[in-house]
Protein backbone atom coordinates (compact mmCIF):
# COMPACT_ATOMS: atom_id res chain seq x y z
CA UNK A 1 0.00 0.00 0.00
CA UNK A 2 1.72 3.29 -0.89
CA UNK A 3 1.04 6.19 1.59
CA UNK A 4 2.45 9.73 2.53
CA UNK A 5 2.11 10.34 6.37
CA UNK A 6 2.33 14.05 7.05
CA UNK A 7 3.71 15.36 10.68
CA UNK A 8 5.39 18.60 12.19
CA UNK A 9 2.28 20.72 12.29
CA UNK A 10 0.91 22.84 15.00
CA UNK A 11 0.17 26.24 16.37
CA UNK A 12 3.03 29.03 16.14
CA UNK A 13 3.03 32.71 16.55
CA UNK A 14 3.89 34.78 13.88
CA UNK A 15 7.31 35.02 12.84
CA UNK A 16 8.25 31.74 14.09
CA UNK A 17 9.31 28.61 12.50
CA UNK A 18 7.94 25.06 12.10
CA UNK A 19 9.83 21.98 10.09
CA UNK A 20 7.60 19.11 8.60
CA UNK A 21 7.90 15.86 7.70
CA UNK A 22 6.35 13.27 4.85
CA UNK A 23 7.22 9.86 5.41
CA UNK A 24 6.25 7.62 2.73
CA UNK A 25 6.01 3.83 2.70
CA UNK A 26 4.79 1.36 -0.51
CA UNK A 27 7.23 3.22 -2.49
CA UNK A 28 10.79 4.86 -2.87
CA UNK A 29 10.78 8.04 -3.35
CA UNK A 30 14.17 8.85 -5.06
CA UNK A 31 12.39 8.24 -8.33
CA UNK A 32 9.80 10.69 -8.02
CA UNK A 33 9.88 14.48 -7.82
CA UNK A 34 8.53 15.41 -4.35
CA UNK A 35 5.70 18.66 -3.48
CA UNK A 36 4.01 19.53 -0.28
CA UNK A 37 0.76 21.78 -1.27
CA UNK A 38 -1.02 23.15 1.19
CA UNK A 39 -5.06 24.23 1.61
CA UNK A 40 -6.57 27.03 3.58
CA UNK A 41 -10.32 27.16 4.58
CA UNK A 42 -12.30 28.18 1.59
CA UNK A 43 -9.27 28.44 -1.03
CA UNK A 44 -8.33 25.53 -3.38
CA UNK A 45 -5.07 23.36 -2.55
CA UNK A 46 -2.10 25.24 -3.88
CA UNK A 47 1.63 23.87 -4.86
CA UNK A 48 3.87 25.43 -2.15
CA UNK A 49 7.32 23.75 -3.28
CA UNK A 50 8.40 20.89 -5.04
CA UNK A 51 11.82 19.37 -5.18
CA UNK A 52 13.09 17.26 -8.08
CA UNK A 53 14.92 13.82 -7.75
CA UNK A 54 18.03 15.79 -8.60
CA UNK A 55 17.09 18.23 -5.89
CA UNK A 56 16.49 21.29 -7.54
CA UNK A 57 13.86 23.00 -5.95
CA UNK A 58 11.09 25.28 -6.54
CA UNK A 59 8.82 27.40 -4.33
CA UNK A 60 5.66 29.59 -4.74
CA UNK A 61 6.16 32.99 -4.72
CA UNK A 62 4.51 33.79 -1.82
CA UNK A 63 7.33 31.39 0.45
CA UNK A 64 10.15 31.94 -1.76
CA UNK A 65 13.06 33.21 1.21
CA UNK A 66 11.36 31.91 3.68
CA UNK A 67 10.75 27.74 3.09
CA UNK A 68 12.88 25.43 2.02
CA UNK A 69 12.27 21.69 0.53
CA UNK A 70 14.69 18.91 1.07
CA UNK A 71 14.76 15.29 0.39
CA UNK A 72 16.62 12.32 2.40
CA UNK A 73 16.28 9.23 0.29
CA UNK A 74 17.68 7.55 2.94
CA UNK A 75 15.38 7.68 4.81
CA UNK A 76 12.40 7.39 2.26
CA UNK A 77 11.37 11.37 3.69
CA UNK A 78 10.69 14.73 2.68
CA UNK A 79 10.64 18.14 4.60
CA UNK A 80 9.61 21.36 4.67
CA UNK A 81 11.40 23.74 6.69
CA UNK A 82 9.15 27.13 7.52
CA UNK A 83 10.57 30.03 8.99
CA UNK A 84 9.60 33.87 9.53
CA UNK A 85 6.22 32.29 9.00
CA UNK A 86 3.00 34.63 8.69
CA UNK A 87 -0.95 33.92 9.46
CA UNK A 88 -1.53 33.96 5.78
CA UNK A 89 0.49 30.70 5.85
CA UNK A 90 -2.01 28.89 8.31
CA UNK A 91 -3.52 25.96 6.58
CA UNK A 92 -3.46 22.27 6.38
CA UNK A 93 -0.31 20.94 4.58
CA UNK A 94 0.15 17.87 2.45
CA UNK A 95 2.75 16.25 0.35
CA UNK A 96 2.46 14.06 -2.66
CA UNK A 97 4.03 12.53 -5.53
CA UNK A 98 3.11 11.41 -9.04
CA UNK A 99 2.68 7.61 -7.71
CA UNK A 100 0.29 5.59 -8.99
CA UNK A 101 -2.76 4.89 -6.99
CA UNK A 102 -0.74 7.66 -4.06
CA UNK A 103 -4.24 9.16 -2.64
CA UNK A 104 -3.70 12.71 -0.36
CA UNK A 105 -2.83 11.82 2.82
CA UNK A 106 -4.47 13.43 5.84
CA UNK A 107 -1.75 16.19 5.85
CA UNK A 108 -0.61 18.67 9.04
CA UNK A 109 -2.00 21.16 10.12
CA UNK A 110 -0.31 24.25 10.54
CA UNK A 111 -1.65 27.53 12.23
CA UNK A 112 0.01 30.70 12.95
CA UNK A 113 -1.46 33.29 15.10
CA UNK A 114 -0.28 35.55 18.25
Known amino acids: QVQLVESGGGLVQPGGSLRLSCAASGFTISIYPMSWYRQAPGKERELVAR???????MYADSVKGRFTISRDNAKNTVYLQMNILKPEDTAVYYC????????WGQGTQVTVSS
Open 51 to 57: VSTVHST
Open 96 to 103: NAPVPSLS
